[in-house]
């Protein structure tokens, strides 16, 4: 069974930072392409950043150059490094696994900007 648990959510000021994990079981970590996306009331959920087993990051503009993903596969984990965090990008931030276009996800932790 899979299971991805989050934590690292949480409020932050404009400008501030956040890193937020996601660690897995039930899963070949290796052979599955991570990711993060969020989804803001109203809206749909959308794609934040996935990294593939190679390593090989791809990023939403909206958040290029200011957030990082990163995977420890000795960990079963990957991270989400949030820099410069704008009035826009609060959401509820779902970590996603997806192997041959089957997805897994995580509970969804809100992130939430405000001075």
């Known amino acids: 069974q899979v299971q991805l648990v989050e934590s690292g959510g949480g409020l932050v000021q404009p400008g501030g930072a956040l890193r937020r994990s996601c660690a897995s079981s039930?899963?070949?970590?290796?052979?599955?392409?991570m990711g993060w996306y969020r989804q803001a009331p109203g809206k749909q959920r959308e794609l934040v950043a996935t990294?593939?087993?190679?390593?090989?990051?791809n990023y939403a503009d909206s958040v290029q150059g200011r957030f990082t993903i990163s995977r420890d596969n000795a960990k079963n984990t990957v991270y989400l490094q949030m820099n410069a965090l704008k009035p826009e990008d609060p959401a509820v931030y779902y970590c996603?696994?997806?192997?041959?276009?089957?997805?897994?996800w995580g509970q969804g932790i809100q992130v939430t900007v405000s001075s």
């Open positions: 039930g899963i070949p970590f290796t052979s599955y392409t």
């Open positions: 996603n696994a997806n192997l041959w276009n089957t997805n897994s």
């Open positions: 990294i593939t087993p190679g390593n090989r990051a």
